[in-house]
């Protein structure tokens, strides 16, 4: 099946994400959208996260894509359910999958997740973890600098390292965890400043893998994997700034990605 896997975040984020579904899937087109302009999406409510992720989604369906991965826990927060019932073809989030992940390595059933206000707000993680294993003890917390911080492409050094220092306090004052759980996928970015100060003895989770052995178990199961021998285009949209967004998926992507255009979303009318 030529349609390609479209590929949501608020902003970057999501390419850790699309790295993962690169590796993992390395025969599927990739299109991206990363909402730049409007990021962060976690201080914001529930219904304009929800609007805005429809609104991508509108800006991919023009592209013809089989298969979406909101790669945004946000978004997954407050719309997976909404997109699901709504779109005709497999729509999946990151949360259930980081869930998952957690769950399979930690020891003691203690399990921190660190993600967005609004990410926090849902408890869409504690649930997702109870749901699995209701004997879970779940220790959550919101890092609202982080995102803003990965956005202007501020990943190492000092400030980085003071700004994680301050947000991970509260876990780590009250730290029986073995497993902490990276409830936002800007935060892989941040994963090594995220190990040093959090401590060797956690294991950092981030979504990524699982969620892009879903995509790949699903689209086996529904026989829509690509067929065609031809390497597969990727195209990586953004709503705001180039060049900085292509700094960082540079950074992230091993290989050069061949398509960066600046878009602007126009305003979608679905319910
Ligand atoms: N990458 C996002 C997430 O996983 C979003 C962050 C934001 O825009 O606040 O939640």
Redesign the pocket.
Known sequence: MEKAIGVI???V??LTVAHELMRQLPKEKLIYLGDTLR????PRSQEEVRSFTWEMVEFLLEKDIKMLVVA???ATAFALEDLQQKLDFPVIG?IQPGARAAIKFTQNNHVGVI??EG?IRSEAYTKALKGINAGIHVNALACPLF?PMVEKGILHGEHAEQVVQEMLHPMKANNHIDTLILG???YPLLRDTIQNVIGKHVTIISSSEETAREASTILEFHNMLRQEADPPRHQFYTTGEMEIFSRIAQSIFTKPVNHFESVTIEKAVIC
Do not use: R
């Open positions: 975040d608020s902003g984020g999501g990021c962060p999406y976690g945004c826990n946000t990151v993600g967005t990410t995102v936002c996928t800007h």
